[in-house]
């Protein structure tokens, strides 16, 4: 199917592990970004991504690593979880003229 | 960079009222706002987009308007329904970058 698609949907993971999260878009858009949604702070960026291989810090990056080897696949990796950590994160892509399409989102528990 | 204010935080309202999400930003720049809509346990939509060569735009019960000089942006919904209820987030976009500067998000309750 056609879209942007995040897994897994539920995460809970320990303190101190490594957990990856994935996001897969079929359009080729250009542009991927990964954020962070907590109560109180809206939408907050970690990492964006202007196309294969390119990629750049955001608002909050510190503890997040990110790659993107295809123009479809965007992961984000936690290298060692914490609890600050829990937040519901969200993937988006665009294709540079605007349009902004979000993912389902992964809700990451780390306990 | 650009900051994008958007008020109110909580918007209480009764089914067929309108309502009015505000926002302001600060980079002249800016020439792009789209509005998203997000329900529970589900990622932002984007339901509506102005650029900065248009004054107002409509879709059906919601509009958007923009005042290029104030910095400022509007989200309007007129006869509201129950499952208009969500968060609205405002964004607004430089013509010189692709990254979105998103507001802080307007939780939108309608009672029946």
């Known amino acids: 199917d056609a879209g942007i698609t995040q897994s897994p949907r539920y995460k809970i993971t320990e303190t101190g592990r490594q957990v990856t999260l994935m996001c897969h878009q079929t359009?080729?858009?250009?542009?991927m970004f990964w954020y962070r949604q907590d109560l109180g702070h809206g939408l907050r960026l970690i990492y964006y991504s202007a196309a294969a291989d390119i990629t750049d810090k955001g608002e909050v990056p510190d503890g997040y690593v990110v790659s993107r080897s295809k123009t479809e696949n965007f992961p984000l990796t936690l290298e060692s979880a914490t609890r600050s950590q829990t937040s519901v994160y969200f993937c988006?892509?665009?294709?540079?003229?605007?349009?902004?399409?979000f993912g389902s989102g992964t809700r990451l528990t780390v306990v | 960079g650009e900051n994008v204010e958007q008020h109110p935080s909580t918007l209480s309202v009764q089914e067929g009222d309108s309502a009015v999400i505000k926002c302001t930003y600060s980079d002249s720049a800016s020439n792009y706002f789209p509005w998203y809509k997000q329900e529970l346990g589900k990622g932002p939509q984007l339901i509506i987009d102005i650029r900065s060569n248009v004054g107002e735009k409509k879709d059906q019960r919601i509009a958007v308007t923009l005042n290029k000089t104030a910095k400022h942006f509007s989200l309007h919904i007129t006869e509201t329904q129950p499952e208009d209820s969500a968060v609205y987030f405002c964004?607004?976009?430089?013509?010189?970058?692709?990254?979105?500067?998103f507001g802080r998000g307007t939780s939108l309750i309608v009672h029946p």
């Open positions: 964004a607004a976009i430089s013509g010189g970058s692709y990254i979105p500067t």
């Open positions: 359009w080729s858009h250009s542009y």
């Open positions: 988006a892509s665009s294709g540079g003229l605007g349009g902004y399409t």
